[in-house]
């Protein structure tokens, strides 16, 4: 993608995040940005992997949740800040998202978003590459938390109930332990992956929204199955049939090859298992 394109995404993103307490529609941002609201559509959800709609939508949601924990404004005063009609509108709309109601959210005490403010920083050379190199995956190092974590920050839509400080500490020890997998254009991480050797589980699988039509999660696949845990059963673990909170995370999994297996509940949040089973021929031998 162009260097142009994302800085007019940005510019987009710039004016949401400014007025999101507002009444925000298509006709609105697209006279703002001086964009036709067909060409606005199609290239926003081309590089964000979101309509404007759903991250506006989503938006809302995770700064309504962030006052729901960490403030005592009534519901009714966030349902209305975050652009719903009433409590109940709102209420409905939070509780398909969330999977618990907002006075429930509110007594737990323990906000997560779905959907942070989406950035567009880097200087993306990979993209400008008219021949498609191998990709240069490798063990991370601490030093690449930080990148890292910027990465998680840009694909949260697809790990609900993720608790940040927590990621970190897993983070560190699957460092430690050689099961963290990273992919760099530059300083930036564009590809991330967590695994667990003994189980054959991946545990973070992450791409960055502008890379995700050149294969990369494939690749870290390849590489896990094909060299790391050779041969072996893998298995990951994403959002059930029908769930409005999944922006595709479950299509794109079973796109990778992987077969539906049980159902679960995770972090209290209902989810699904897929396996990847090893290719036939393969022994799992060295």
């Known amino acids: 993608m162009a260097n142009r394109n994302i800085e007019n995404i940005t510019a987009v993103i710039d004016y949401v995040e400014d007025h999101l307490t ?83 959210y509110r007594e737990t005490e323990r ?8 950035h567009l920083e880097g200087s993306y050379a990979m993209l400008e590459q008219k021949q498609r190199r191998q990709w240069d995956i490798a063990f991370a190092v601490q030093e690449d938390i930080p990148c890292w974590m910027e990465l998680v920050r840009l694909v949260v839509d697809g790990f609900p109930c993720l608790d940040e400080a927590e990621y970190v500490r897993v ?16 300083a930036m991480a564009v590809g991330i992956l967590l695994f667990t050797g003994e189980t054959g589980s991946i545990d973070f699988m992450g791409c960055h929204p502008l890379y995700r039509k050149m294969g990369i999660p494939k690749a870290f696949l390849d590489k896990v199955m094909g060299e790391l845990l050779k041969g072996r059963e893998l298995s990951i673990t994403t959002f059930r049939e029908g769930d409005r909170a999944d922006t595709g995370h479950r299509r794109a999994i079973k796109g990778l090859g992987f077969a539906e297996a049980e159902l679960l509940v995770e972090f209290g949040y209902p989810t699904q298992r897929f396996v990847l089973h090893r290719k036939e021929g393969e022994d799992g031998g060295e």
């Open 22 to 104: 507002e009444k925000l529609d298509l006709d609105r941002i697209a006279e703002a940005v001086h964009y036709s609201k067909y060409h606005l559509h199609r290239m926003f959800a081309d590089t964000v992997g979101l309509t404007v709609h759903d991250y506006i939508q989503r938006r809302r949601l995770t700064e309504a949740a962030k006052l729901l924990v960490f403030s005592d404004k009534p519901i009714l005063e966030i349902a209305l800040t975050a652009g719903f009609e009433s409590q109940q509108a709102f209420t409905a709309c939070f509780t398909s998202m969330y999977k618990t109601a907002p006075g429930r």
């Open 171 to 186: 983070l560190k020890e699957k460092i430690r332990t050689g099961q963290a997998l990273i992919l760099k254009d530059g």
């Open 111 to 118: 906000f997560y978003p779905l959907q942070l403010r989406f």
